[in-house]
């Protein structure tokens, strides 16, 4: 997890320093052109006299064979096409070699570090410029031999085939980081899964077998009795959802959550522990992907429950939208009339995880929810979520 955070902190600033680096080299090769002592360092394919003078035409030559760099990470076999053709013209008219040609190889090592989607024809295209460029040397009166195009053409190859090797340790080390990502996270997931079943599981096991002794002891028709049933299903229910989350949890399972199917269980449930919801549904259910269904399941499942903590005695209507895109639900609670200080046992406090735990479920969906006071007192809970891909 701190391996993620710090790479993802570094990154912007390895962007930077990369667009640095591609700004300032192409300066950097032109400057050294006109360095006494290596300012004629450069390659030389023609080796043909340099009868010609530094002119203005020459100038923009030196300054066309680095400038392109400065694109070589976004156009790669652009930028080597134009530095290519002004070496190409550089040599061909005779000029003094220039530091600046060394463009070339770079921008044939960035080509090999990102190669073309389609790297067939490019080099098929490159070998047959080459080709052309060295009957031009020949027919202008280069001496150069069969055997010297040869191995400068093996010179351009390993520039290219060394950025290829580069990529490939690169993209090894990316995969490796990846996957020590996934291992830390699978891990912590795993030590979640067995605080949940080694703590929260065995409360509310034991909770749910207190309740139906209880009831047992007092008469299902008791009153009481029936609440203390209700309290049991309740925390049947729980457990199972918590088993559920234990499967989300483990890398080794694929559990089946709650769907849309499940809503009419759910308000029947609700009602019976004495609020008062309806469900209506609108347009075609049709199918959509689990993790949307689930998300919406548990917008329901949060609003209703929340209805009963905090409006006791309100009326909840619960409207699932069927669209040809999307899926909406809407839960709409009114006021209810709060108990009397003093009166019925405390409701339970909450802690403020609800709606951010849900509009984080729904995004992570590709979903919308928005939650708010309605104009008659009460709550309105609305979420979207997109079918997907079924």
């Not at 023609?46 to 300054?63: F, H, K, Q």
């Not at 079943?197 to 007092?218: E, I, K, R």
Request: net charge neutral.
């Amino acid at each position: 997890m701190f391996e993620t955070t710090a790479w993802r902190e570094r990154a912007p600033r390895l962007v930077r320093s990369a667009r640095a680096v591609d700004a300032l080299l192409p300066a950097a090769l032109v400057a050294l052109s006109f360095v006494p002592g290596i300012a004629h360092q450069g390659v030389d394919l023609a080796e043909l006299p340099d009868d010609r003078t530094l002119d203005p035409l020459g100038l923009v030559l030196i300054a066309a064979q680095a400038a392109p760099l400065v694109l070589r990470r976004r156009f790669p076999v652009a930028c080597l096409a134009a530095v290519a053709a002004a070496f190409t013209a550089f040599q061909l008219l005779r000029y003094p070699d220039a530091f600046a040609s060394l463009g070339l190889l770079v921008a044939l090592y960035t080509v090999g570090t990102r190669p073309p989607r389609r790297p067939a024809p490019v080099a098929a295209g490159a070998l047959a410029a080459y080709a052309l460029v060295c009957c031009c040397l020949y027919l202008a009166g280069s001496p150069t031999t069969a055997a010297d195009y040869l191995a400068f053409g093996l010179v351009l190859l390993a520039c290219c085939a060394l950025g290829r090797w580069v990529r490939a340790r690169a993209l090894d080390a990316e995969e490796r980081r990846r996957r020590a990502e996934a291992d830390a996270a699978a891990a912590e997931r795993a030590r979640i899964a067995r605080d949940l079943h080694d703590v929260v599981t065995h409360h509310v096991t034991s909770m749910v077998v207190q309740a139906d002794t209880a009831g047992y002891l007092l008469g299902r028709s008791d009153g009481v009795g029936s609440t203390l049933a209700g309290i049991g299903e309740t925390g049947r229910r729980a457990l199972d959802d918590l088993r559920h989350l234990l499967g989300v949890l483990d890398p080794r399972e694929d559990p089946a959550g709650p769907s849309l199917g499940g809503l009419a269980g759910l308000v029947e449930r609700s009602r019976g522990a004495g609020q008062s919801v309806d469900l209506v549904e609108d347009g075609e259910p049709r199918p959509m992907l689990p993790r949307q269904e689930e998300a919406l399941y548990r917008v329901v499942q949060e609003s209703v429950t929340n209805a009963l903590k905090h409006a006791p005695g309100g009326h909840v209507l619960v409207r699932i939208e069927h669209g040809d895109e999307a899926v909406g639900a809407r839960i709409t609670t009114g006021g209810g009339a709060p108990p009397a200080e003093g009166a019925g046992p405390p409701r339970p406090r909450s802690g403020g995880r609800g709606l951010t735990g849900l509009r984080e479920r729904v995004g992570a969906v590709g979903g919308e929810l928005r939650a708010g006071p309605s104009d008659d007192g009460g709550f309105t809970v609305h979420a979207i979520v997109p079918r997907g891909e079924t």
